[in-house]
Structure formats: structure tokens, C-alpha cells
């Protein structure tokens, strides 16, 4: 089936979902959705809180999509009137909530101090009809989800630890089963927090985006919605002001910071012809803007949709720490039926229970991984997945494309020659007049060379190009040849002499029939490289290769500058054929190209990497990174991001499994009571949180440091 075919059959649909807090949450939303007859596809993302799905709607409505989420136990966030109608079922829920919660502070102050012998028996006192009352309004919301997930053959943490509440209330220990649904709604609560601290990042760039834009309406600057905005409007934009879309300036001039595109500080000037983009910060001047780009197809729309559904990437340790959350209940509830059979211990049995935390099993991975991953994208490193984040460590072949990459992908003059008696300025303004009016990049660059060094060029009249070969003109009752040496013929005598190994390319100057110089031409390396791939060396990365359809000359000066291997003249599926070599021979491979002619081998690498991605649709889709700046520093810094994000991930999977198994224990052995595992259970999400939080700082100012910036 065409994607066209596609499109007419299947409906993309984004519903937004309230109160998943967890791995767990999305995967029994995801199981909902895909149950339903008409469903193709269902993502549900747990950074955004939402659920994208492909159905056709012939068969399954957005009605019956929204009704499955919410019989899954959690709630849809709907238009103005449902959102009103949530808003007072909230404000009731947080007054009862609130209501319970101090009353059950209360009785876990009584207990533990009936228990620590501070005062007489108090909760004996109170009615059992009272304990009820407090246990079914306060727990109602987790046992509404438990009776859910029953019906639907489902195992959540919240089923055992409603099974430790019955099991303590079957001996009498009301006081105990109030307390224990009083961390049960504590732990639902640090979840939540957990999950929104990793949400912070992506907020941010949501943020970036104006809600409002000045449109430029029959002469009059308007204020008007963004929704209201049009590709080919006119759009004004003054100091202080963050560009709403991506577009040409068409008038004024201005310094905008473009950090939160690119990740880079420094600001850049902007004049007419100039293309910006959206997020983009006026710090001084104001420029009219013609819109070419609104919304989600602008550039830092597609950054925030990368962001959003990178989750959906999930590398190999986060799929098992899913499954491993799947299978680790029955296994506790078969721990709780041991402990029962050899002490007979009801309370014993139901802190087994209660103190029970897969949610933090689940969190371990995911929050690290949305953490990382917004971080990064604030920096301009656009991650596509936790699958690349975890792959990037194992990576021991880097490739790189040259043109564009390596190099600043347009030539420069690199020398000026002159002979016979002419000086340097004086063939440098004969070359730029016959070159003026030529759209050649060997042209440009001798009129880039021109302007920088402020030379004087005459009006060159009779021009004539010979494609292949070069340029002729008529300058000051001169006939003057720029070109190569087939097309110069004084040149003849020189060129064996004049060395092109190089890879640079020669453009002679010739004056009514005279040779009176030559021009070195060649694409200049970037210079932050060589810093930037020993410091991947560093890192252990010693096997770097050049692969290039440019000249054997040209890859081999570079990649003996460089130190590294090199293979030129390749097509695009000679490119992809290095890379399905190195995979079949049993290596990870990274590669980094410009994105657009590299991308059969950049999607194939085991992770793809697009340099200067900033405004390139192309780029960005063909990659599985793509970094918004062509700055070769970024490179080291994404390995040392997958470095520190997978080093949290192991800690986080460490201390949870301990923390599970230290408390079962004690629990079993009857050492930790119902009350103290209720409260534990709950405390591995803060350290999940406190541990993934190191991931949320901003290392860019450590990185300008390094770039030489600051």
C-alpha cells in the first residue's frame, strides 16, 4: 500500500492523555487502543501525554478511541466544555484528596505512636464504619484503575498493594489499610512529579514558539493568533520579539539569537535575502519577514515533533526493563504466596506486598532517556530515540563524508600567484572581473577572495565562458583568460610544476596571451575538526574513515592531514556498501554526512548523523541524529551525552532492583511492617528522579568553554 493509499483509508488522530506517570501507564493505553477493530497504529508517549493513532474511521470513531483510554483508567483531555467539566472534577479530587490525606497523617501518627508506646491506644476507638468510609473515598481513584485492569486480566503494582490493604484489613488492621492507600496516592503523586520533572525540557521548547504574530494587513501591523498566520504573509518583527515562522527577510536588518534552533550563543546578523527561523530571538534592529514555514513544519516544529516521538525509539535496555516490569509482578505475588505458606503471617504477606515498586522498574530508562534527550535538543543535538542514545557507546567505526561536511563545502583561494611582474592585488582584480558575472563556485570564490581583500574590479565587457574550461573578458582594452590548462595555453609550460596533490584545483590568469599567475582553489577543512576527532580518539575511537565521491587527490591531502583512512570516488551505494560491510563484519558504525547524498548510508549506519541539519528537511529525516549547526564539537559532546545518559540508566536499574529486592526481604521476614512498606514504596521514584535530574542540566556553557568561546 502507497502512502497515498494509505491516507485515504487511515485517519492520524492525537488524543491527549491525562495521568500516565509511567512505562507501565503507556503500555496498557497502547494494549487498549490496538485491541480496537479499525486500529493500524497506536504511539502513546508518555513526554507529551499523548496518544497518536492511525484508524480508520469507517469502522472506529475518535468517540470509541477516547472511551477505550479512559476504560484503561486514565483520563482525555478534551475541548472547552470537557475541560471545564475536568477542571471541577479536579477541584472535588483535590479537596478530598486533601481531606483524606490529613486525616490519614493523623492515623500514622496514632499508630506509630500507639506502636513507639507514647500514648494509650487511640485507633481501637474509632468505628470501623469511619475506617471504610476514609479508605473508599481516599483509594477510590487507585481501586477504580485496579477493578479496571482486573477485568481486562491485567497486574499493576497497585493490584498487590490493594491486596496488602485487604490482607491487613482481614486481621483487623484498619489504621494500617488507611495508611497504606495514603502511600499509595503518595507514591501515584511522586510519580507524576517524576515524570513532569522529565517533561520540563520538552516544555521549554513548546514555549519557545510565540502564540501571536504582527501581520503586516493592508498597511497596518496587526497582532493576530498564530493559527491566522499564512505561508507568502508579510510579518513584522521588533526587538525582544521571538520570530514566529521560518522566512526570508524581505526588509531591515537585525541581530537575532538563533540559539534555541542551532545551540549556538553568538548572535547573527540578518539582512534582506536572509532566511530565518522560528524561536529565533530579535535582540536589536526589526525586520519584515515574507512566511514560508508556519507550525509544525517549521523547524523548530519538526525539533519539537523528534523530541516528542523519540520515546517510540526504545533501545534494548529500555524494552527490557518493559518486559522486565511485566513479568516481575506475578513473580512477587508468588513471593507474597512463599512468605505466607512458611510464616503464616498475614501482615508479613501484605508488606510483601505493599512494598512492591515496579513503577520505578519502568521509570528507570524512560525518564533518563526524555531527560537526556530534551537536554540535548536545547543544545541542537536532535536525537531521534533511546535506541541511539544507547547504541552510541558501542559504536567502534566512524565514517564521515568530505564535501560539506569535513569541509565548509564551498572553495576558497587558498594562494595567489603572481608572475611576470604583476603584483598580487593586480591578478587577483583581473581574475575577479572576468569572474564577476559567473555563477561557477570556483568564480564565486575568486570574487569572495576580491572583497575580502578590498581590491579594486573593473566592468568587464565581451564575457565568454567555455564550460569545462574557463572564463574570457575584455578588461581595460585587455583580453583577459581565467581558467584551466586546457584552456590557457601559456600555461602549458608551468602546469606539470604547479602541484595539485593537494586536491586543490588551478585557475590560471592569462593577459593578452600571457601567463601573469595562477590561483590555488580548494574546499577548505573545518577547523574545529582535528580537535574534535582526537578527542573521539579519546574516547577509544581509533577506527575513523574517509569515504568521499570526490578525487583520490583531493580525500587523500585530507585524510592525511587528518590520520584517518580514506576511500574516494564512491557513488552513494558504494557508500552504503562500507557500511553494510562493517555491519556484516560485526561492527557499529556511525556515520556523518551532509544528510542529502549520503542518506541510503546514513540511514543504514547503525546511528546516522546530519551536520548543519538547520532548515534541511532532508537532513534531519535521513538521519537518526541531526545536529543544527555545523559546529564538529558537537560530535564529541553527543558521545559524552550517551555516555553520562547510559551510565544513569544502569545506576537507576541498580539501586531500584536492590531497593525491590532489600524490601521484599525484609518484608518477608517480617522486619518491615505493612505501615514502613507502604511508605518505602514510594521513595525509589524520588531517587529515579534525583539520580535522571543530573541529566536535565545545561552543559552547554562547559561546551562553549571547550569551543573556545568563553
Same mark, same amino acid.
Given at each position: 500500500m502507497?502512502?497515498?493509499?494509505y491516507?485515504?483509508i487511515f485517519?492520524?488522530?492525537?488524543i491527549?492523555?491525562v495521568?500516565?506517570?509511567c512505562?507501565?501507564? /503507556?503500555?496498557?493505553?497502547?494494549?487498549?487502543?490496538?485491541?480496537?477493530?479499525?486500529?493500524?497504529?497506536?504511539q502513546?508517549?508518555?513526554? /507529551?501525554e499523548?496518544?497518536?493513532?492511525?484508524?480508520?474511521?469507517?469502522?472506529?470513531?475518535?468517540?470509541?478511541l477516547?472511551?477505550?483510554?479512559e476504560?484503561?483508567?486514565y483520563?482525555?483531555? *478534551?475541548g472547552d466544555?470537557?475541560?471545564r467539566?475536568?477542571?471541577g472534577?479536579?477541584?472535588?479530587?483535590?479537596?478530598?484528596?486533601?481531606l483524606?490525606g490529613?486525616?490519614?497523617? +493523623?492515623?500514622?501518627?496514632?499508630?506509630?505512636?500507639?506502636?513507639l508506646?507514647?500514648?494509650?491506644? &487511640?485507633s481501637g476507638?474509632i468505628p470501623v464504619l469511619?475506617y471504610?468510609?476514609?479508605?473508599?473515598i481516599?483509594?477510590?481513584?487507585?481501586?477504580r484503575g485496579?477493578?479496571?485492569a482486573?477485568?481486562?486480566?491485567?497486574?499493576t503494582s497497585?493490584?498487590?498493594?490493594?491486596i496488602?490493604m485487604l490482607?491487613?484489613l482481614?486481621?483487623?488492621?484498619?489504621a494500617t489499610?488507611?495508611v497504606?492507600v495514603?502511600?499509595?496516592?503518595?507514591g501515584d503523586?511522586?510519580?507524576?512529579?517524576?515524570a513532569?520533572?522529565?517533561r520540563?525540557?520538552l516544555?521549554?521548547?513548546?514555549?519557545?514558539?510565540?502564540?501571536?504574530?504582527?501581520l503586516?494587513?493592508?498597511?497596518? !501591523?496587526?497582532?493576530?493568533?498564530?493559527?491566522?498566520?499564512?505561508?507568502?504573509?508579510?510579518l513584522v518583527v521588533?526587538p525582544?520579539?521571538?520570530?514566529?515562522?521560518?522566512?526570508?527577510v524581505?526588509?531591515?536588518?537585525?541581530t537575532?539569537?538563533q540559539?534555541?534552533i542551532?545551540g549556538?550563543?553568538?548572535?547573527?546578523e540578518?539582512?534582506?535575502?536572509?532566511?530565518?527561523?522560528?524561536?529565533?530571538?530579535?535582540?536589536?534592529?526589526?525586520v519584515?519577514?515574507r512566511?514560508?514555514?508556519?507550525?509544525?513544519?517549521?523547524?523548530?516544529g519538526?525539533?519539537?515533533?523528534m523530541?516528542?516521538?523519540a520515546?517510540?525509539?526504545?533501545?534494548?535496555?529500555?524494552?527490557?526493563?518493559?518486559?522486565?516490569s511485566?513479568y516481575?509482578l506475578?513473580?512477587?505475588?508468588?513471593a507474597a504466596?512463599?512468605?505466607y505458606i512458611?510464616s503464616?503471617?498475614?501482615?508479613?504477606?501484605a508488606?510483601?506486598?505493599?512494598?512492591?515498586?515496579?513503577?520505578?522498574?519502568? &521509570?528507570? /530508562?524512560?525518564i533518563a532517556?526524555?531527560a537526556?534527550?530534551?537536554?540535548?535538543?536545547?543544545?541542537?543535538?536532535?536525537i531521534?530515540g533511546?535506541?541511539?542514545?544507547?547504541?552510541?557507546?558501542?559504536?567502534d567505526v566512524?565514517l564521515?563524508?568530505?564535501t560539506g561536511t569535513?569541509?565548509?563545502?564551498k572553495?576558497?583561494?587558498t594562494?595567489?600567484?603572481?608572475?611576470n611582474g604583476?603584483s598580487?592585488?593586480?591578478?587577483?582584480a583581473?581574475?575577479a572581473?572576468?569572474? *564577476?558575472?559567473?555563477?561557477?563556485?570556483?568564480?564565486?570564490?575568486v570574487t569572495r577572495?576580491?572583497i575580502?581583500e578590498?581590491?579594486?574590479?573593473?566592468?568587464p565587457t565581451d564575457f565568454k565562458?567555455?564550460?569545462g574550461k574557463?572564463a574570457?573578458?575584455?578588461?581595460?582594452?585587455h583580453?583577459i583568460r581565467?581558467?584551466?590548462r586546457?584552456?590557457?595555453e601559456?600555461?602549458?609550460?608551468?602546469?606539470?610544476?604547479?602541484g595539485?596533490a593537494d586536491?586543490?584545483?588551478i585557475?590560471y590568469?592569462?593577459? !593578452?596571451?600571457?601567463?601573469?599567475?595562477?590561483?590555488?582553489?580548494?574546499d577548505?577543512?573545518?577547523?574545529d575538526?582535528?580537535?574534535?576527532l582526537a578527542?573521539?580518539?579519546? *574516547?577509544g575511537l581509533?577506527?575513523?574513515? &574517509?569515504?568521499?565521491?570526490?578525487?583520490?587527490?583531493a580525500?587523500?591531502?585530507?585524510?592525511?592531514?587528518?590520520?584517518? *583512512?580514506?576511500?574516494?570516488?564512491?557513488?552513494?551505494?558504494?557508500?552504503?556498501a562500507?557500511?553494510?560491510?562493517?555491519q556484516?563484519?560485526?561492527h557499529?558504525?556511525?556515520?556523518?554526512?551532509?544528510?542529502?547524498n549520503?542518506?541510503p548510508a546514513l540511514?543504514q549506519a547503525?546511528?546516522?548523523?546530519?551536520?548543519?541539519?538547520?532548515?534541511?528537511?532532508?537532513a534531519?529525516?535521513?538521519?537518526? +541524529?541531526?545536529i543544527?549547526?555545523d559546529?564538529?564539537?558537537?560530535?564529541?559532546?553527543?558521545?559524552?551525552?550517551?555516555?553520562?545518559?547510559?551510565?544513569?540508566?544502569?545506576?537507576?536499574?541498580?539501586?531500584t532492583?536492590?531497593?525491590n529486592i532489600?524490601?521484599?526481604?525484609?518484608?518477608?521476614?517480617?522486619?518491615?511492617?505493612?505501615?514502613?512498606?507502604?511508605?518505602?514504596?514510594?521513595l525509589?521514584?524520588?531517587?529515579?528522579?534525583?539520580n535522571?535530574?543530573?541529566?536535565l542540566r545545561?552543559t552547554?556553557g562547559?561546551?562553549?568553554?571547550r569551543?573556545g568561546?568563553g
Open positions: 502507497t502512502q497515498g493509499e491516507a485515504k485517519e492520524r488522530t492525537e491527549q492523555v495521568g500516565m506517570d512505562a507501565d501507564c /503507556t503500555r496498557h493505553v497502547t494494549k487498549a487502543l490496538r485491541d480496537l477493530n479499525g486500529v493500524d497504529a497506536a502513546v508517549f508518555l513526554s /507529551t499523548k496518544a497518536i493513532v492511525d484508524h480508520d474511521p469507517s469502522m472506529v470513531s475518535v468517540a470509541e477516547e472511551r477505550a483510554i476504560a484503561s483508567g483520563e482525555v483531555r *478534551r466544555g470537557h475541560d467539566e475536568t477542571c472534577r479536579d477541584a472535588f479530587m483535590l479537596l478530598t484528596s486533601g483524606f490529613l486525616i490519614a497523617v +493523623v492515623l500514622l501518627v496514632v499508630v506509630l505512636g500507639e506502636r508506646g507514647w500514648f494509650a491506644s &487511640l476507638s469511619v471504610a468510609a476514609v479508605i473508599l481516599g483509594g477510590w481513584p487507585v481501586f485496579v477493578l479496571r482486573t477485568m481486562k486480566r491485567e497486574i497497585h493490584t498487590l498493594m490493594t496488602g490482607a491487613a482481614a486481621v483487623g488492621e484498619w489499610g488507611v497504606i495514603f502511600f499509595m496516592r503518595v503523586a511522586v510519580e507524576q512529579w517524576t513532569q520533572g522529565a520540563g525540557a516544555r521549554d521548547l513548546h514555549d519557545l514558539t510565540p502564540q501571536t504574530a504582527w503586516i494587513r493592508e498597511g497596518q !501591523d496587526v497582532e493576530v493568533p498564530i493559527e491566522e498566520v499564512g505561508v507568502g504573509d508579510l521588533r525582544g520579539e521571538r520570530i514566529p515562522v521560518d522566512g526570508e524581505i526588509t531591515g536588518q537585525a537575532i539569537d540559539s534555541a542551532t549556538e550563543s553568538m548572535p547573527v540578518v539582512i534582506p535575502g536572509m532566511h530565518v527561523f522560528a524561536a529565533s530571538l530579535v535582540r536589536v534592529g526589526s519584515r519577514i512566511v514560508e514555514k508556519i507550525g509544525s513544519e517549521t523547524t523548530i519538526k525539533v519539537i515533533q523530541v516528542e516521538q520515546e517510540a525509539n526504545q533501545g534494548q535496555v529500555q524494552r527490557f526493563a518493559d518486559r522486565f511485566t516481575y506475578p513473580v512477587v505475588l508468588g504466596g512463599l512468605t512458611f503464616r503471617d498475614p501482615l508479613a504477606t508488606a510483601v506486598l505493599v512494598v512492591v515498586c515496579s513503577c520505578a522498574i519502568a &521509570l528507570a /530508562t524512560p532517556m526524555l537526556s534527550i530534551g537536554t540535548a535538543a536545547k543544545r541542537g543535538l536532535l531521534k533511546g535506541r541511539y542514545v544507547e547504541t552510541l557507546p558501542e559504536i566512524f564521515i563524508d568530505k569535513l569541509t565548509l563545502g572553495p576558497e583561494i594562494e595567489v600567484i603572481p608572475l604583476i598580487r592585488g593586480e591578478l587577483l583581473l581574475a572581473a572576468v569572474e *564577476r558575472y559567473s555563477e561557477h563556485p570556483l568564480a564565486q570564490a577572495a576580491a575580502g578590498d581590491v579594486q574590479v573593473e566592468e565562458v567555455e564550460p574557463g574570457q573578458a575584455t578588461v581595460a582594452d583580453t581565467v581558467g584551466n586546457r584552456f590557457i601559456s600555461a602549458r609550460l608551468i602546469a606539470e610544476h604547479v595539485t586536491g586543490s584545483t585557475l590568469v592569462e593577459e !593578452d596571451g600571457v601567463l601573469v599567475g595562477y590561483l590555488r582553489v580548494a577548505t577543512l573545518r577547523p575538526v582535528p580537535s574534535a578527542e573521539l580518539r579519546s *574516547r581509533t577506527l575513523i574513515e &574517509l569515504i568521499t565521491g570526490d578525487s583520490r587527490s580525500a587523500e591531502a585530507i585524510a592525511t592531514e587528518l590520520g584517518v *583512512r580514506y576511500q574516494a570516488e564512491l557513488l552513494p551505494e558504494d557508500k552504503l562500507i557500511v553494510l560491510g562493517y556484516d563484519a560485526g557499529r558504525v556511525a556515520m556523518v554526512g551532509d544528510g542529502i549520503d542518506a540511514a547503525d546511528v546516522g548523523i546530519a551536520m548543519g541539519a538547520a532548515g534541511t528537511d532532508i534531519i529525516e535521513a538521519a537518526h +541524529v541531526a543544527m549547526q559546529d564538529w564539537k558537537l560530535i564529541p559532546e553527543l558521545f559524552e551525552i550517551s555516555d553520562r545518559t547510559m551510565g544513569v540508566v544502569r545506576m537507576n536499574l541498580i539501586f532492583g536492590l531497593y532489600t524490601g521484599i526481604l525484609l518484608a518477608a521476614f517480617g522486619i518491615l511492617p505493612p505501615i514502613l512498606a507502604a511508605a518505602a514504596q514510594s525509589p521514584d524520588i531517587g529515579i528522579l534525583a535522571s535530574s543530573r541529566l545545561d552547554s562547559d561546551s562553549r568553554t569551543r568561546d
